[in-house]
């Protein structure tokens, strides 16, 4: 079944600084979710990517699913306080086409932007 | 649209009492899900069910049990408590396969 590796597992910035967090997966990913999470609270969906080369954008977020669907990227633009959190990636678990009415997640990665 | 709620949102239970974590949600989903967040280790899936009537274990089931009689509601019961269940536990719900879930906002559990 899927496994997914996140990378790095926390990551400290400076407001307005860009940063990236990788997702990479032991199969072929056939729809790959990014969510969000602040401390205490629940998982807020951000973006699904499905197609290889396909690349998604919210605000000053951009995810992108690589041409080889194995590695999943986040973005973000101009770091602020906002995006801090925890952000998790998901993959459909049985590595097939058509979705999976399971997921498998990723350990997360801990955002802190200081102002 | 309310969404997927929980209830509580926190709890402190003795070790061997029993609980039920309330999960509901108002989007007609016929997917519902129970994870375990524990710190630095993402979610584990608990249980889950495809529609009413159905249920199947996840990777963790040990300690736990479900039920779906209705669409809107997937409890989560625990019979004997121990403190490996302190955790945070969530709900999900999705309405296909193919598209993304619905998390509500947690419950807080600590055995003690």
């Known amino acids: 079944s899927q496994e997914l590796e996140q990378s790095p597992q926390s990551l400290i910035v400076q407001e307005g600084k860009n940063l990236t967090i990788n997702c990479t997966s032991s199969k072929t990913l056939y729809g790959l979710y990014w969510y969000k999470q602040k401390y205490g609270e629940g998982l807020i969906f951000l973006m699904m990517?499905?197609?290889?080369?396909e690349e998604k954008s919210h605000e000053k977020i951009t995810a992108k699913l690589d041409e080889k669907k194995q590695q999943s990227s986040l973005h973000i633009t101009a770091s602020q306080p906002s995006h801090a959190g925890i952000y998790l990636c998901g993959a459909d678990k049985s590595g097939t086409q058509g979705g999976s009415e399971k997921l498998v997640f990723g350990k997360g990665t801990k955002l802190t932007v200081n102002p | 649209n309310a969404g997927v709620t929980q209830t509580p949102k926190f709890r402190i239970l003795k070790i061997g009492q029993s609980m039920t974590l309330q999960c509901a949600q108002d989007m007609n989903h016929n997917y519902m899900y129970w994870y375990r967040q524990d710190p630095g280790m993402g979610l584990k899936l608990i249980y889950y069910?495809?529609?009413?009537?159905?249920?199947d274990k996840g990777e963790v089931p040990n300690g736990y049990n479900v039920s779906r009689s209705t669409t809107e509601d997937f409890p989560l019961r625990l019979e004997l408590a121990a403190p490996s269940q302190t955790s945070v536990y969530f709900c999900a719900s999705k309405p296909t396969p193919s598209l993304e879930q619905y998390f509500g906002p947690g419950t807080r559990l600590t055995v003690t």
């Open positions: 069910s495809v529609g009413a009537g159905i249920t």
């Open positions: 990517l499905q197609k290889g080369g």
